[in-house]
């Protein structure tokens, strides 16, 4: 049971390898649910409060080459801890929509299939993070290993780091075990996490994505890939 059943809000998230498109995806979807009338607070992941951004520049620095895994690991559960502290537990109870640029399957992506940590110590790790905080929904967003790096890459957003950051420039083995990972999620919990097929024009993926997140919203409109 979550811990959060009595909260009125939803809490979604978007997930998926670099260059999925999330950032795209979530903001469009926010714009849906305002216009029905909710209220909604969009953030990300690392990020979302000053603490968090701090975080953020620390894990994506592409000088910061000799990071520990473990590090890596519990500067993004602080990160974690302190947006859902700060924004995303009193955004919803508040009775908000809460949609998130990436949260725990990241980590079990990134820093478990990815890095090879093992699975059992970053959940237990982000249960303390949240505070048994779950999604109750996840949106995968699923693209082409290479595909989504060449898209990261080249996102304006990079000239702060002249470039791809830290976790982008890893290999493409890594980012090959990550998306992998990600599938893997979603076929261990098929009814929280579903896959969103991310290639083609951003009016059609966000028509996939109302399709998914209806079952959360019926009132969400039906809409037509173009």
Known sequence: MRSRCAMPGLFITLEGADGAGKTTQGALLAQAFRKLGFSVVETREPGGTPVSEAARRVLLDPSLTG?????EVFLYAAARAQLVTEVIQPALAAGAVVICDRFID??????????GLPMERLEAINRMATEGLTPDLTLLLDIDTEEGLQRARRRPEQAEWQGADRMEREAAAFHQRVRRGFLELAKKEPERVRRIPAGGAVAEVHCRL??????????????QEE
């Open 67 to 71: 990071m520990a895994p473990m590090a």
């Open 106 to 115: 990241s980590t079990l992506a990134y820093q478990g299939f990815g890095r």
């Open 210 to 223: 109302i399709d998914a997140a209806r079952a959360l919203a019926p009132s969400l409109p039906y809409c």
